[in-house]
């Protein structure tokens, strides 16, 4: 056939002739299938046949007169040209011998599946997924197509979206010229997700870039919804050393709300194709509540990601992280890969500079969602309702809508943040906003309401996947760092952190490893539950039951949530430093932050000085909260055991005695945690004098101390750190603390123990930094913004010495 060219004989060399979309997909079926890959099968309508419509038709001067002479950046214009160049393309007729091909490609689809398979066409423009511009949602994609007539209206409709408003001014941005951008078509058996699931994936952290990750997006029915971004889909991520190690579980996941979902309506109006064989319905309460993909299937996903990335990487020969679409069919219950491009933003950032934005001050927060980026942008808030409305907005102003759409992009890109109702990170409001490098909040469900017309607003994406949209225009820094300069330190410079949610954003900053991974944090922000309450919801009122059931839904087991939960946080810190060690601190709360969870009143007692009362590891045997820990050892052994982070480093808080540090030691070994199996290493927080004093008992059970200057300076000076009246007494630089400092660390030299610190200390003051250095302490560890500095000081300090 002369138009038409099968999956089975096209490759990603062809693209100039079939388009990005069926290059791809032709490379899959021919090189992946084998692998285990599936992909469905189908046929391409080349470039050839889109110029052989137009020539036949005469259409090529009616398109000049329409695009030679006009500027793109006047929307009103771009909108009326770009309705009357879709007119010239749908008005030609297709010549007979191109449908009679077609006609042929679907008998043969026929023959292949059965006579009922339908049929997704698709554009395939022969400038897609080049490296520099992705072309997402630039042309139209129509489904459930099950007839000739059908089949040959969608092939000219796919044609003339390739005069779609957003097309227009994507390819003057992009610099392609309007007549060279032909455009292909893809004919392919229709996944039945619209009975299934469907969604996005990247090889990739899309918003940082972190590599050791696949990033996954889905929801019921048909993808379209999460491309759109008119909902929050589900979200997972699998860390892909551990994976390819052979360990099979997820790093971390959200259940998204899920709002709508698509489906076919079951019958086809030719004269709306685009509107009448789709229809979103609300989505059943019984699946809004539960992930949309098991995770065996999240497993399938990342494992054709990894098998794509591969393939495509070795063609390359570089590394080619890449973006997906897949779909989960409701009839078969196979997974389906239906599209595969280059990941165009993150992957084309080079060198070694790392830019972070920091905010020097916080304000009010109007509203939050998923930040797209790490960037801050402010301005006036500037609602725009429909697309008509479009040419009011100003270059500047934050854009503020309900949700976007690709025929938005002439005026996003000119925004100084942008912020939706409704979306995920993979919708094309956070596609485009990537590409542009303009911050954006997504989901946030109320902006609209929240953002006033006018109101000075500051868009921060700066402080993890959660983004927030202050009042007021606050100042920010942006901290550039040429990466490549930074020698390597002697003294290992590690750091503290305890929120999952910035580990991918952080793990381009040259540490050592995490010397302190806050267990409080997750448990705090993510599970809000006491651990007993969990274990013993019996022993809870039914106001606080019914709440625990509540947010344990989408689990097996109340337990099962608060394992897995803790679990997913912890192994998402331990992979942004993987393989080097990350340390970690079981539970240290006092009773009174204890009982300020979910449930928790009806476990702690109450105490005049929780600060050096019932804490650390005083509970873990403590019939009290023995089970709790259990939970805690269960979860610490699913993430070393179970997900394969044997960098995980357990430490133990505020052991008080040499024998209260044996019993911990056993009951850990009781619930699975034995010290030296499986490489395990269990450190000790050296934050009480009576770790300094006994320090030669202490190195017979714990396999290095990390010293917590924050308690050891309270426990020395005798001051309590929590109270302002006696402040001013409270000082790490004391020279009896710096004298325990050092009593701790050659305790630890003569017992052939690592010493460590992750108190705030070296954070606040350079002098401590350069004391600990002078002492030859083995690590360092620090909040994340002291990192840098404190790098560039030490290099300097190690050379003087």
Request: proline residues 4%; aromatic residues 8%; glycine residues 8%.
């Amino acid at each position: 056939m002369k138009y038409v060219q099968w999956f089975k004989g096209l490759g990603i060399e062809d693209v100039p002739e079939v388009g990005g979309k069926n290059a791809s997909l032709g490379e899959m079926y021919q090189n992946l299938t084998e692998e285990g890959v599936r992909v469905p099968n189908g046929f391409a309508v080349t470039a050839s046949a889109y110029k052989y419509v137009l020539d036949a038709n005469k259409a090529w001067d009616k398109l000049h007169a329409e695009l030679d002479d006009f500027d793109p950046d006047d929307v009103k214009e771009l909108q009326a040209r770009g309705k009357r160049c879709r007119k010239i393309i749908y008005s030609c007729s297709i010549p007979e011998d191109l449908q009679e091909e077609i006609r042929r490609g679907y008998a043969a689809l026929k023959d292949e599946y059965d006579d009922t398979v339908s049929l997704a066409v698709r554009s395939s423009a022969t400038a897609e997924d080049s490296p520099e511009a992705s072309f997402a949602g630039q042309n139209d994609t129509y489904l459930n197509i099950a007839s000739e007539e059908a089949l040959i209206d969608a092939y000219k409709r796919c044609l003339a979206s390739n005069f779609t408003d957003r097309s227009i001014h994507y390819k003057f941005d992009n610099h392609f010229d309007y007549y060279k951008v032909y455009l292909s078509v893809v004919v392919m058996k229709m996944v039945r997700s619209d009975e299934g699931a469907s969604g996005v994936m990247f090889s990739l952290d899309t918003e940082t870039g972190f590599r050791d990750v696949v990033f996954i997006n889905g929801t019921w029915g048909l993808g379209e919804n999460v491309v759109q971004g008119t909902i929050d889909p589900d979200s997972f991520y699998v860390h892909k050393p551990t994976y390819t190690q052979g360990f099979r579980t997820v790093l971390k996941r959200r259940l998204g709300k899920k709002e709508l979902k698509m489906i076919f309506t079951g019958t086809l109006n030719l004269d709306n194709i685009a509107v009448e064989y789709t229809k979103n319905i609300e989505t059943p309460a019984e699946e809004r509540t539960r992930f949309c993909i098991t995770d065996k299937d999240v497993m399938v996903l990342a494992d054709y990601a990894i098998k794509v990335e591969n393939h495509y990487s070795k063609k390359a020969g570089f590394h080619k992280p890449m973006d997906m679409e897949w779909a989960k069919d409701g009839e078969d219950g196979h997974l389906y890969m239906v599209q595969a491009r280059p990941e165009t933003v993150e992957s084309q950032k080079k060198g070694a500079i790392l830019e972070m934005y920091h905010l020097k001050k916080r304000g009010t927060i109007l509203t939050t969602g998923r930040a797209v980026g790490t960037k801050i942008g402010r301005g006036k808030a500037h609602y725009i309702p429909f697309a008509d409305r479009l040419s009011e907005f100003q270059p500047g102003e934050v854009l503020v809508a309900d949700t976007t759409t690709p025929d938005w992009e002439p005026v996003m890109k000119t925004a100084a943040a942008i912020v939706t109702n409704r979306g995920g990170r993979t919708c094309h409001a956070a596609i485009v906003s990537r590409e542009l490098g303009i911050p954006a909040i997504v989901g946030t469900d109320n902006a609209t309401e929240k953002l006033a017309d006018g109101r000075e607003v500051t868009v921060s994406c700066a402080e993890g996947e959660t983004g927030y949209v202050y009042d007021g225009m606050l100042d920010f820094e942006i901290i550039r760092t040429d990466l490549s300069a930074l020698p390597k330190t002697k003294t290992e410079i590690m750091m503290n952190l305890g929120n999952p949610d910035l580990a991918f954003s952080l793990s381009s900053l040259p540490v050592d490893g995490i010397g302190l991974a806050r267990m409080e944090f997750i448990i705090n922000e993510y599970i809000k539950a006491h651990p007993m309450a969990l274990k013993h919801p019996e022993k809870v009122d039914e106001e606080t039951r019914t709440e625990l059931e509540k947010i344990s839904e989408a689990y097996g087991s109340m337990e099962d949530f608060f394992v897995k939960t803790l679990s997913e946080g912890v192994a998402t810190i331990a992979a942004a430093v993987y393989p080097k060690p990350c340390v970690v601190r079981m539970s240290d709360f006092k009773s009174n932050e204890y009982a300020t969870l979910l449930g928790g009143k009806f476990f702690e007692p109450e105490e005049d000085n929780p600060m050096i009362g019932f804490r650390g590891a005083a509970r873990y045997s403590n019939p009290a909260y023995e089970e709790g820990f259990a939970l805690e050892c269960a979860a610490m052994k699913r993430v070393r055991d179970t997900m394969g982070f044997t960098n995980v480093i357990l430490m133990i808080p505020f052991c008080r005695r040499v024998e209260e540090g044996e019993q911990v030691i056993d009951t850990m070994a009781k619930y699975g945690l034995r010290r030296g199996e499986n490489g395990l290493k269990i450190y000790v927080m050296c934050e009480i004098p009576n770790n300094v004093i006994l320090i030669d008992g202490f190195s017979k059970i714990f396999d290095g101390f990390s010293i917590g200057s924050n308690d050891l300076t309270q426990l020395t000076l005798g001051v309590d750190r929590d109270s302002e009246i006696v402040s001013f007494d409270y000082d790490e630089r004391d020279p009896g603390v710096l004298q325990m400092i050092k009593l701790a660390v050659e305790g630890c030299r003569r017992n052939h123990r690592h010493s460590g610190i992750c108190g705030q200390a070296p954070s606040d003051y350079p002098e401590v930094a350069e004391y600990l250095v002078r002492l030859g302490i083995d690590s360092i560890s620090l909040n994340p913004d002291s990192v840098l500095k404190t790098i560039q000081d030490v290099v300097k300090l190690e050379k003087n010495i």
